[in-house]
């Protein structure tokens, strides 16, 4: 057991696991509850500001109002793949699935290099499966000749 600040760690120490996950700081929450009992007067001030050149204090206020939108997972689903023209199937459908506007930017390309990925495994796996046989074949050969 180890000594820190006076306090040794307790094994099984509910105390000394940190914020439950979920749950926020105190202060955020009291900023949040202000910034939503002001937004709308905020955002028009704002909006005044920007009409005005002062860049800087609405970019505070509108990062405030709007946090950046964290990215949700995609739902597309893909075919099993295990050869590379199936690879190739899956290729065109998740570029089909961005044309159509079922995949973002971002999302498409993420599953692009995935499956790019994997397409390095199984070059590896194939390339792998071929030596063994080309060995295989090799030791059948009489090299005494």
């Not at 609405?58 to 997972?73: G, I, N, T, V």
């Not at 044309?99 to 499956?115: D, P, V």
Request: charged share 25%; aromatic share 4%.
């Amino acid at each position: 057991m180890s000594e820190r600040r006076g306090r040794p760690f307790q094994p099984g120490n509910k105390c000394g696991r940190g914020r439950p996950r979920g749950s926020r700081n105190k202060k955020t929450i009291q900023w949040q509850e202000m910034l939503s009992e002001h937004g709308a007067a905020l955002l028009k001030k704002c909006v005044l500001m920007a009409m005005q050149d002062d860049s800087a204090d609405m970019r505070l206020c509108m990062e405030r109002l709007l946090p950046p939108c964290k990215q949700s997972p995609a739902q597309f689903p893909l075919p099993m793949i295990t050869t590379v023209a199936e690879l190739v199937q899956a290729q065109a459908a998740v570029l089909e699935g961005f044309s159509r506007g079922e995949l973002t930017g971002s999302h498409a390309e993420t599953m692009s290099e995935l499956l790019d990925k994997f397409r390095h495994s199984l070059e590896t796996e194939q390339l792998e499966a071929r030596l063994r046989a080309l060995e295989q074949r090799g030791t059948g050969i009489d090299h005494a000749s």
